[in-house]
């Protein structure tokens, strides 16, 4: 797959991964934003579901397993040479999920991992999109666990 100067744009899968109250970031071994950090994920492979990418991604990248997904927000990812050209062109679909099992490790394209606080991102110079995407998925993590949370009305009478 040409990921310099391609002809279409190309599918990547992110993902925001909990453990309680700290998200997994990665630095990135490979292109593009090589020794950045970032969410943990990769390209879709043809034939593969979104939540397969999201799965395998993470898999490798940490070692980890996580439990289901939930989409964040698709973001368009274009960097364009000086002369107009696109060098890069990502369509990245962003999930979110809480992790399961394993211990996180350093694997395949990460060069690095962090179990990260939020109110410490600021340390890890991340693209304003993956901090800007980080706070959507607090917000909807934080919804679904109220809604968990949140006490039923007893069913009097029935």
């Not at 390209?43 to 940490?62: D, F, K």
């Not at 369509?91 to 179990?115: F, I, K, S, Y």
């Not at 600021?122 to 693209?127: E, I, P, R």
């Amino acid at each position: 797959m040409i990921r310099e100067y391609p002809d279409r744009p190309i599918v990547g899968v992110g993902v925001v991964v909990w453990q309680q109250d700290r998200v997994l970031l990665i630095q990135r071994g490979k292109a593009p934003r090589i020794g950045q950090w970032s969410l943990p994920g990769g390209v879709q492979e043809l034939g593969e579901t979104v939540a397969a990418t999201a799965i395998r991604e993470v898999r490798e990248e940490t070692g980890i397993e996580i439990g289901a997904l939930q989409l964040i927000d698709v973001v368009d990812s274009i960097q364009r040479q000086a002369d107009g050209r696109v060098l890069y062109h990502y369509t990245l679909v962003d999930l979110w999920a809480e992790w399961r099992a394993g211990e996180a490790r350093a694997g395949d394209d990460a060069a690095a991992l962090a179990w990260v606080r939020p109110d410490a991102l600021d340390h890890y110079a991340l693209w304003p999109e993956t901090i800007r995407i980080i706070g959507l998925a607090a917000a909807r993590r934080s919804a679904v666990k109220g809604a968990e949370n949140a006490v039923k009305p007893e069913l009097s009478g029935l």
